[in-house]
């Protein structure tokens, strides 16, 4: 289930102006590395500059219960690694595939 989307944005303050306009509640994180909102149960994440990561576009996170499982199931299936697991704190591990026409997905398991 896609519960998240990360969206690359240039400019920090100005982005979360227009995303807490848009989603009418504060942000749930707010740091100078990200920003998250949470409405629904879908999470909503600004990262600057694309982090670490280089996103260029949004990038929807499927979460899943066993990430290094998934990442080896879908890499069978024909998706090639981009971003290999890693903890991004809180218990949170993330990767990041492409699909066979080069399409960013992600996959995020909270431990």
């Known amino acids: 289930m896609i519960k998240t989307v990360l969206h690359p944005v240039s400019d920090l303050p100005k982005a ?4 807490t ?7 749930q994180t707010d740091s100078s590395y990200y920003v998250g909102y949470e409405v629904d149960g879908q999470q909503i994440g600004l990262v600057p500059a694309g982090g670490p990561q280089g996103m260029t576009s949004p990038v929807a996170y499927w979460h899943v219960p066993d990430i290094e499982a998934k990442l080896a199931e879908v890499t069978a299936a024909g998706a090639t690694v981009k ?14 595939i492409t699909d066979p026409d080069g399409n960013v997905l992600g996959l995020l398991q909270d431990r």
């Open 21 to 27: 306009a848009l989603l009418g509640v504060a942000p």
């Open 16 to 19: 979360k102006e227009v995303y």
């Open 83 to 96: 971003e290999p697991v890693r903890d991004v704190g809180g218990g949170r591990l993330v990767a990041t």
